[in-house]
Nanobody, 123 residues
Framework: QVQLVESGGGLVQAEGSLRLSCSAS????????MGWFRQAPGMEREFVAR????????YYADSAKGRFTISRDNAKNTVYLQMNRLKPEDTAVYYC????????????????WGQGTQVTVSS
């Protein structure tokens, strides 16, 4: 079973930037779509962005459009989420996951999940 490990989270001021990374233990991602999700305290896990590994096609939640960029590095077997102009409402634990189901934005159609990385944006 592939393992995903996120990194890059931290504390940043509003309007700042962070780049999250998601590294996979196996080179099996080329046939999949990878997604980033986030979960704030007391909230459901929500979709942020996804990328089709083979084509590079991307799709973003409205909250991420224009500020976040998802990308992948084939050589490093890693997916990135570049987050710019961060807002306090972006504060959450960010997770990456591999899509295994039919839906692109439903967390239930993704497996496995990484352990998450905390992003905190101060005002």
């Amino acid at each position: 079973q592939v393992q995903l490990v996120e990194s890059g989270g931290g504390l940043v001021q509003a309007e700042g930037s962070l780049r999250l990374s998601c590294s996979a233990s196996e080179r099996t991602l080329s046939s999949y779509t990878m997604g980033w999700f986030r979960q704030a305290p007391g909230m459901e896990r929500e979709f942020v962005a996804r990328i089709v590994w083979s084509s590079g096609s991307t799709y973003y939640a409205d909250s991420a459009k224009g500020r976040f960029t998802i990308s992948r590095d084939n050589a490093k077997n890693t997916v990135y989420l570049q987050m710019n102009r961060l807002k306090p409402e972006d504060t959450a634990v960010y997770y990456c996951a591999r899509r295994t189901g039919l839906a692109y934005s439903n967390p239930r159609d993704y497996d496995p999940w990484g352990q998450g990385t905390q992003v905190t944006v101060s005002s």
